[in-house]
């Protein structure tokens, strides 16, 4: 893992687990932050995963598929997490 300054910005080398394991952490804290769910770094950061994930031939339309990729193994269902969604504002 390494960090770079580039101009105003920051390149990161990072290892694919562990880019697993900070957007799982990020993303299972978004209802304490919503801030971080429209922040550029976390889109891009899904977009590649999804990317990755693709390569890997898992379909990420497919929320199970998605969550064994990403390491969510104990993921609840997709009825639960609706029955649970919340709104934000």
Request: hydrophobic fraction near 35%.
């Amino acid at each position: 893992m390494s960090f770079e300054e580039k101009g105003e910005g920051v390149i990161a080398a990072l290892d694919g687990e562990e880019l697993k394991l900070i957007y799982r952490v990020l993303h299972q804290h978004l209802g304490d932050h919503p801030e971080l769910m429209d922040t550029d770094f976390l889109i891009e950061l899904q977009n590649y995963l999804q990317r990755k994930a693709r390569a890997d031939g898992v379909d990420v339309s497919d929320h199970g598929a998605w969550d064994r990729w990403i390491g969510n193994d104990d993921a609840p269902s997709c009825d639960l997490r609706n029955a649970r969604r919340r709104t934000f504002e």
